[in-house]
């Protein structure tokens, strides 16, 4: 089993990469998440996890260990693939997936391409325990409210050119501070004196 790579990125896509390591390209594929940790380096140690089938064997490439572990968490979920669980790690980030495990919303699973509404609770249900276990105190769950203000806040900062992982990072902190947002402008306006 492969570990990780660590080589010269020869090519890049948000979907794959290729590494060249000791003289061999490895085509390494990725998740939006881990292209935008690694969008701008050329030398890297990407962390890697070798799907083999009867037919193929994939390299799959993560920046972060959280995320290689979700995605391995993923994977052991009956009706979950690889290829669904990148698309998973494409469209969420490791925060919003063990918050929506283990606040059971199965809604922003479903609103993922290729899971459907039984998936989606069989995600919660199968990974809910794990995901607290590893988490222990760590995980703050946010109102539903905040949520909202939060989606809609997230949405303004994307189209004003912020990076998406980034500001979700930032209003997750927001949020868990004590001072309370009532308003989404708020949420913003305290989100823009920190990204300016």
Known sequence: ??????????????????????????????????????????????????????????????????????FKLLISVS???????????????????????VGENDRIF??????????????????????VKDLGEEIILLPQQDNTIRDEALSALIALGFNKIQVQKLLNQLLKSPEHFGTVEALIKAALKQLS
Do not use: C
């Open 1 to 70: 089993m492969i570990s990780y790579i660590k080589g010269l990125i020869t090519w890049k896509t948000p979907t794959y990469i290729v590494v060249e390591a000791g003289g061999i390209g490895y085509h390494v594929n990725i998740s939006l998440q881990t292209y935008t940790k690694i969008e701008k380096s050329e030398l890297i140690t990407i962390l890697t996890y070798q799907h083999i089938t009867e037919n193929s064997q994939t390299l799959y490439g993560f920046a972060e260990e959280a995320e290689r572990n979700l």
């Open 79 to 101: 009706g979950i693939g690889s290829s669904t669980a990148q698309i998973v790690l494409s469209s969420l980030n490791t925060d919003e997936i063990k918050s929506a495990i």
């Open 110 to 131: 479903s609103s993922v391409k290729g899971i459907g509404p039984k998936t989606a609770k069989r995600i919660i249900l199968d990974l809910k325990d794990k995901v």
